[in-house]
T-cell receptor, first 114, second 114 residues
Framework: DSGVTQTPKHLITATGQRVTLRCSPRSGDLSVYWYQQSLDQGLQFLIQYYNGEERAKGNILERFSAQQFPDLHSELNLSSLELGDSALYFC?????????????FGQGTRLTVV | AQSVTQLDSQVPVFEEAPVELRCNYSSSVSVYLFWYVQYPNQGLQLLLKYLSGSTLVKGINGFEAEFNKSQTSFHLRKPSVHISDTAEYFCAVSERGGGNKLTFGTGTQLKVEL
């Protein structure tokens, strides 16, 4: 158990809908990252937050948004969902934003868009 | 921008045999290098990382990797594998000064057989 909690574990929704994925980082970790893992794109970095502020953006679509709350949990919002958004979404956390600290990954949320 | 190539999508090997999983990277700046392992239905777990110093890095579960700057490689090795090593292995790179944003390779499925 990495200490990073993601909910829900599975989500099935229809095209055009909006969903929210939740991530609780390890206790004491200030940085949160979101990754998308799909068969065609592989593992892709989406976005990073550090202590409530956006720090880095990767290949995140405009239909997607995220935020980190004062209690340091984070949410990834996916809207106007398309079939191609079906993927495993991982959250990771680390103590700070530097690469010298290990990022711990949650077990992921499997999103299926039908 | 950095990129990672894992040429072998699958590597079958017999138990107690040695294994090498190949990883090559491309970047215009200095990089940090990582190997992660993903067991079925699990999140990613850090095996080892190269930040600086000795080019031979030892990680968990008996794995090691060697950073070769001239060949831009970071191959993962284990002298004797076990059935429990069956998993998907991801090589990742992060550019120095680029925060903790990881760029992952497409993964190598290691299948250990009796």
């Amino acid at each position: 158990d990495s200490g990073v909690t993601q909910t829900p574990k599975h989500l099935i929704t229809a095209t055009g809908q909006r969903v929210t994925l939740r991530c609780s980082p390890r206790s004491g970790d200030l940085s949160v990252y979101w990754y998308q893992q799909s068969l065609d794109q592989g593992l892709q970095f989406l976005i990073q937050y550090y202590n409530g502020e956006e720090r880095a953006k990767g290949n995140i679509l405009e239909r997607f948004s995220a935020q980190q709350f004062p209690d340091l949990h984070s949410e990834l919002n996916l809207s106007s969902l398309e079939l191609g958004d079906s993927a495993l979404y991982f959250c990771a956390s680390s103590v700070d934003e530097g690469v010298h600290t290990e990022a711990f990954f949650g077990q992921g949320t499997r999103l299926t868009v039908v | 921008a950095q990129s990672v190539t894992q040429l072998d999508s699958q590597v079958p090997v017999f138990e107690e045999a040695p294994v090498e999983l190949r990883c090559n990277y491309s970047s215009s700046v200095s990089v940090y290098l990582f190997w992660y392992v993903q067991y079925p239905n699990q999140g990613l777990q850090l095996l080892l990382k190269y930040l600086s110093g000795s080019t031979l890095v030892k990680g968990i579960n008996g794995f090691e990797a060697e950073f070769n700057k001239s060949q831009t490689s970071f191959h993962l090795r284990k002298p004797s594998v076990h059935i429990s090593d069956t998993a998907e292995y991801f090589c990742a790179v992060s550019e120095r000064g680029g925060g903790n944003k990881l760029t992952f390779g497409t993964g190598t499925q290691l299948k250990v057989e009796l």
